[in-house]
């Protein structure tokens, strides 16, 4: 991870000769930098994740149609696309630091609310709430994930994957805890409960983190977000971030109906199924992360790989109608397992293949481009994550839900082949970005000290 960077050295005025050295608090504090972004991953995801085993279930209950259950999980992502390209934009002027810990506050201040919907009026009111404290959730969720790409490719210029891989663990332990846990307090204590737990955690996030985080100081950027849509391989690896984000919010809004009426799953079940999606992605995501960072040309055949293995198992989740295979709930559990896994395979190397695209456009090398490659990550994955809750929710409600699987995995398929179409078409990118890799690494590393 370069230990020899010392993070607080990047608001200093000291040259590159300087930093060759040493410092002796270095080591600790990027140490207090990664605990600080996996605690923001881990209370993030967990906050995120509990919603999956009941919510939907809940929501009907209270007279909202599974349309509008899908319209509910689609409005988080809508804002969260629209939090990211503000925040990202202007996340020098805002201030990383404070951006990471004001988007923990609001999104605790709203996992509380959304405790407290249960007391309110069935029908419009509580339809109404819901939407209403989701958005203003997904802004501080936008500001706070923004931040955190932001900061960890900034202060690990060299490493963006492996350090993303590993940190990908914490956001694995959210998705893995988040439904079993949510589910077993929602069956014990009722419906407030987890989201009261959840939202003291956050709280405690905050004041941790004011302590522990860097503050980095950088001029704002130039550039903007319509330039980097210019270039093909960013294009086309940013349609693949949406299949992939589509995928994750059709099962957010659909698997747990699914589950509960094909199989006569109580929500508790639900939240344990769910481990065979998070388990294997949280622990191949260090691996992914560490052989990107080594072998730079592998990373966008592991995007490839990867969404062809997520439209196999979305093909086979069903399994889709015209495949004609019956459908045993292991079947179900493995291929949980294999989009997991093939989520792990594409994610990790997609940020830093973005960044490296940005600094071959002439990007400048510093926090405000960042910015703009996580804000432009994390609005693609948003517009997926409105899109697959709510078009998913619409194709399963009036067709079936293989059917509505089905089209998610055609949409991995067609982004893996484009990219790979593209790939082969332009193997001279491909090695002009491998070859300026240790260049540009070079020049991030003696930037972190300007």
């Excluded at 109906?257 to 929500?267: M, N, T």
Aim: hydrophobic share 50%.
């Amino acid at each position: 991870m370069d230990p020899e960077v010392d993070v607080e050295q990047i608001d200093d005025d000291s040259t590159p000769a300087e930093t060759s050295a040493p410092a002796p608090r270095m080591a600790r504090q990027q140490i207090l930098t990664l605990i600080s972004m996996a605690s923001v991953n881990f209370s993030s995801m967990i906050c995120y994740s509990i919603l999956g085993p009941f919510f939907p279930n809940e929501a009907l209950k209270k007279g909202a149609s599974q349309e509008v259950v899908g319209l509910i999980f689609g409005c988080y992502a809508v804002c969260n696309l629209i939090g990211s390209l503000v925040m990202g934009k202007y996340i020098v002027e805002i201030g990383a630091k404070f951006m990471l810990v004001g988007g923990l506050f609001v999104s605790a201040g709203c996992t509380i609310m959304f405790g407290l919907l249960d007391r309110v009026p069935s029908g419009a009111t509580f339809i109404s709430l819901c939407f209403v404290v989701r958005s203003v959730d997904a802004l501080g969720f936008a500001a706070a994930i923004t931040s955190t790409f932001a900061m960890t490719a900034r202060i690990f210029p060299n490493n963006v994957a492996t350090v993303l891989g590993s940190l990908e663990v914490f956001t694995g332990l959210g998705l893995i805890l988040g439904p079993p846990l949510g589910g077993w307090f929602y069956q014990s204590f009722g419906y407030e409960v987890p989201f009261m737990l959840l939202g003291g955690l956050l709280l405690v996030m905050v004041p941790f983190n004011i302590y522990v985080l860097p503050s980095i100081e950088a001029d704002p950027s130039k550039d903007s977000f319509f330039s980097l849509l210019t270039n093909g391989k960013i294009v086309l690896t940013c349609y693949a971030i949406f299949t992939l984000s589509a995928g994750l919010g059709f099962l957010d809004a659909t698997l747990s109906l699914f589950a509960i009426a094909k199989f006569g799953l109580s929500v508790g079940h639900v939240g344990l199924i769910l481990l065979g999606f998070s388990l294997p992605y949280c622990l191949v995501s260090p691996l992914i992360g560490f052989i990107t960072d080594k072998y730079p040309s592998t990373r966008c055949w592991f995007v490839v790989l990867g969404g062809i293995a997520t439209a196999f198992g979305f093909f086979m989740l069903g399994p889709a109608p015209f495949l004609h295979i019956p459908s045993p709930l292991w079947l179900l559990v493995l291929m949980l397992g294999v989009v997991g896994l093939s989520l792990a395979i594409s994610v990790i190397p997609m940020l830093p293949e973005i960044i490296t695209c940005a600094y071959e456009k002439g990007y400048e090398e510093g926090l405000g481009t960042l910015g703009m490659v996580s804000g432009l990550f994390g609005a693609f994955w948003s517009l997926g994550m409105f899109y697959g809750p709510t078009v998913g929710g619409l194709i399963t409600q009036h067709l079936s839900f293989e059917w509505a699987a089905a089209v998610q995995g055609g949409l991995s398929l067609l982004g893996a082949f484009l990219l790979a179409v593209y790939y082969v078409c332009h193997p001279q990118q491909q090695q002009q970005s491998v070859g300026g890799d240790g260049r540009a690494a070079d020049e991030r590393t003696r930037l972190l000290a300007e």
